[in-house]
C-alpha cells in the first residue's frame, strides 16, 4: 500500500498540493491579519479573544481543505473515469482493490496532516502578529492551546472522512465540477457561522457526515471490480 502510494503522488505530481496548501496558509494569514488592523483602525473589535481566533482559524482551515480534497479526488479518481484512463489502469497486476484504496488514503492522510499543520502554523503566525501589534486583549496561554488541542484532532478526524462524500457526487457523471462543488455546498452548510455557531459544533453532524463519507468509500472499493463497466 505504502508503494502504490507513492507511486500514485509521483505520478500525479500530488507534490504541487503541498506547495498550494502553503500558499493557502500565508493567503489565511494575511487575511486574518488584515482584517485585524482595519478592524483596530476603525476602533472596532473583530475578535474580542483568542479563544475566538482558534475557532476560526479551524473553522477556515477546515474548509479550505476539504475543497483541496475534492480536488484531489476529481484528480485522482474522477478524472481516471471520465478519460476512461482506469480501464487500461486495470489491465496491470494490480489488485483493484488497493488501488483505489491507495487513491483515497492519500486524500484523508493529505487532508488529515493539512488540518493539524495548518492549525499549528497560522495559531502561531496569528498570535505571535497579533501579540506584537497588540491587536486582540490578552495573550494565547499553554492552557488554551491544550484545552483547544482536542477538539481540533476530532475536527480534523471528522473533516478527512467528510471530506471523502464528494466522491459519491463525482462519480455519478464522472464529473470533476460536480465533485468540487459537492465539497463547496458541504463547507457551506457545515462550517457557516451565525452567531457564533455552525453546525459543525453539534457533534453529532460532523461524525455523522464522516460515517457517510467513510461509506461512500468502502463501497466505492467493494463495487470497483464493476465500476468500470460503466466507463
Not at 467493494?222 to 463497466?229: G, H, P, S, V, W
Request: charged share 15%.
Amino acid at each position: 500500500m505504502p508503494n502504490l502510494m507513492r507511486l500514485e503522488m509521483k505520478k500525479y505530481k500530488l507534490f504541487s498540493y503541498i506547495k498550494g496548501a502553503i500558499i493557502a496558509n500565508i493567503i489565511i494569514a494575511g487575511l486574518l491579519v488584515a482584517m485585524l488592523f482595519i478592524a483596530k483602525v476603525e476602533g472596532d473589535l473583530f475578535l474580542t479573544n483568542y479563544a475566538e481566533a482558534i475557532a476560526i482559524i479551524d473553522t477556515i482551515v477546515r474548509a479550505t481543505f476539504i475543497i483541496f480534497a475534492a480536488s484531489l479526488i476529481s484528480k485522482l479518481i474522477i478524472g481516471e473515469f471520465k478519460n476512461k484512463t482506469i480501464t487500461t489502469l486495470f489491465l496491470y497486476p494490480i489488485n483493484r482493490k488497493k488501488l483505489i484504496t491507495a487513491k483515497l488514503a492519500i486524500v484523508i492522510l493529505f487532508t488529515f496532516c493539512s488540518i493539524i499543520l495548518s492549525n499549528v502554523f497560522l495559531t502561531i503566525v496569528f498570535s505571535s502578529v497579533t501579540n506584537y501589534f497588540d491587536l486582540i486583549p490578552g495573550t494565547l496561554s499553554i492552557t488554551m492551546v491544550t484545552q483547544h488541542t482536542p477538539s481540533m484532532l476530532m475536527n480534523a478526524i471528522a473533516a478527512s472522512g467528510m471530506s471523502l462524500i464528494p466522491l459519491y457526487f463525482g462519480m455519478k457523471k464522472y464529473s470533476a465540477s460536480t465533485t468540487i462543488i459537492s465539497s463547496i455546498l458541504i463547507v457551506m452548510i457545515v462550517s457557516s457561522n451565525s452567531g457564533n455557531f455552525s453546525l459543525n459544533d453539534i457533534i453529532i453532524i460532523p461524525i455523522s457526515l464522516a460515517i457517510i463519507g467513510i461509506s461512500i468509500a468502502y463501497f466505492a472499493i467493494r463495487n470497483i471490480e464493476k465500476t468500470d463497466l460503466k466507463c
